[in-house]
């Protein structure tokens, strides 16, 4: 299984981007598959950004991003994207999409629950 994330680049602070994350490879059971974004700015650890049920659709956020990020999916390509808005500075940092599967029954915030990820893309936003 292979993730593919896109969509990085500079902006200003206020602006937006919007990140892509398409799978490729297997097909995953939607029931039990949980697709998320992270992100890991220099010096920082890995923190939880976003993530989306797939079978549900269910969005959860981090208090860092919510009212300003989205996530979506979509069904047939089996991406999954990331709609950032009103970014800051603080929210420079290299993304990275994951793929969690097994039983989905909340939001996955924790890395290391996650199995599969993409390379990352770098954001930053300069102030």
């Known amino acids: 299984v292979q993730l593919q994330a896109s969509g990085g680049g500079l902006v ?12 490729f490879g297997r097909r995953f059971n939607r029931y039990r598959y949980m697709m998320g974004w992270f992100r890991q700015a220099p010096g920082k650890e890995r923190e939880f950004v976003a993530d989306i049920a797939w079978s549900s659709g269910n969005t959860y956020y981090s208090d860092s991003v919510k009212g300003r990020f989205t996530i979506s ?21 290299v993304y990275y999409c ?9 939001s996955i915030r924790r890395p290391s629950d996650y199995t599969y990820w993409g390379q990352g893309t770098l954001v930053t936003v300069s102030s």
């Not at 200003?12 to 799978?23: D, H, I, K, V």
């Not at 994207?81 to 009103?86: A, G, H, I, R, V």
């Not at 994951?98 to 909340?106: K, P, W, Y």
């Open 12 to 23: 200003r602070a206020g602006g937006s981007l919007r990140l892509s994350c398409e799978a």
């Open 98 to 106: 994951a793929v969690a599967t097994g039983i989905i029954s909340g």
């Open 73 to 93: 999916r979509d069904n047939a390509k089996l991406t999954a994207d990331l709609q950032m808005n009103s970014l800051t500075h603080e929210d420079t940092a």
